[in-house]
């Protein structure tokens, strides 16, 4: 089996490293120059500074050689996805499809495997996600992952693939839990940063998690996920990494809007899309998910953090 990463960002260079400790791999980056230069010097220091590519790790610009490989992970911001499975349907059609990002895609409200399946039917398609930061998997520190994949038997195959020395894959059959898990968690681990970043402190951050953990529930349920795939990695695993941690994009933005700070707009924050998708159809269904509508009145600028949390406060009592 061969194995190709499409995204030369932190996670895709981190995964192409672990995987490459196991064997050969091709990582497909979009610049040429970042591709040549990472080739080279054997380090990708735009993004993953001080993780040394393994030799069984090719560094290429052109994606038609790698997407010879019989499993293609797309390691591209969620945004993004649907363009570049889109422009690259006839070199995709016949891989096997990992999807390796976390996000609702705000157009359509569709996760990462749904939109796999709306722009290659008939490729089998599957999610890797869970708790887990690039630095960590690039230095070879132990990591758990779910991979999701409806189809049972390729999921098998897929887990002990993608396998490595360290990371250890999860399976679940539950796809539309486990794209939920990851994407709504970004949202609560927004809210949890503007939590600390306000000086609220780490007693307000518990509440908020467990409340952002019952609203992630409501909505998965109500979309037809298990909510056993919820209390597992792809769900309650990745919203206690996410909340509680600077290396977590999306808790540093909810740091700067808690201090007031200006943010890095070059960063990738998957959780603020995220906020806007989730929100209108949780209107739309009419369920209750209070945290991800104060994320997205903090992230509109209509809400002061004083206002958010005196609206969560004041909201009626009741059983918990």
Not at 111 to 137: H, K, M, N, Y
Not at 138 to 151: M, R
Not at 189 to 216: F, K, N, Q
Request: charged content about 20%.
């Amino acid at each position: 089996m061969s194995v190709a990463v499409l995204g030369s960002g932190a996670f895709g260079t981190a995964l192409a490293i672990s995987l490459a400790n196991e064997g050969p791999v091709t990582m497909w980056a979009r610049d040429a120059d970042h591709a040549r230069e990472m080739q080279n010097s054997r380090e990708n220091s735009r993004r993953l500074p001080g993780a040394v590519l393994p030799d069984a790790l090719t560094v290429t610009a052109e994606l038609d050689r790698a997407t010879q490989a019989d499993v293609v992970l797309l390691a591209v911001p969620m945004q993004k996805l649907r363009q570049v499975v889109s422009e690259n349907a006839d070199l995709l059609r016949e891989r096997t499809i990992v999807a390796c990002c976390k996000g609702i895609e705000l157009n359509s409200g569709l996760g990462p495997i749904a939109v796999l399946r709306e722009c290659l039917p008939q490729t089998t398609s599957a999610l890797l996600t869970g708790p887990s930061f690039a630095a960590d998997i690039a230095i070879g520190l132990p990591t758990a992952l779910t991979l999701a994949c409806q189809d049972e038997a390729q999921g098998k195959v897929l887990q002990q693939q993608l396998t490595t020395s360290n990371l250890r894959l999860y399976r679940t059959t539950d796809t539309i839990g486990a794209e939920l898990g990851g994407a709504l968690k970004n949202v609560m681990a927004i809210a949890c940063g503007a939590v600390i970043g306000a000086g609220l402190g780490d007693s307000a951050r518990a509440a908020l998690m467990t409340r952002g953990y019952a609203e992630m529930q409501r909505m998965a349920i109500a979309s037809g996920a298990r909510a056993e795939t919820m209390a597992g990695l792809s769900g309650f695993g990745d919203l206690t990494l996410t909340c509680s941690s600077e290396l977590s994009r999306n808790y540093r933005l909810g740091l700067s809007i808690g201090r007031a700070e200006p943010f890095d707009p070059s960063v990738t924050v998957e959780g603020a899309a995220t906020a806007r998708a989730v929100h209108e159809e949780a209107q739309s269904r009419k369920l209750d998910m209070p945290i991800t509508a104060i994320v997205v009145a903090l992230l509109d600028q209509r809400l002061t953090i004083a206002d958010a949390a005196a609206q969560l406060l004041s909201r009626p009592l009741k059983e918990e």
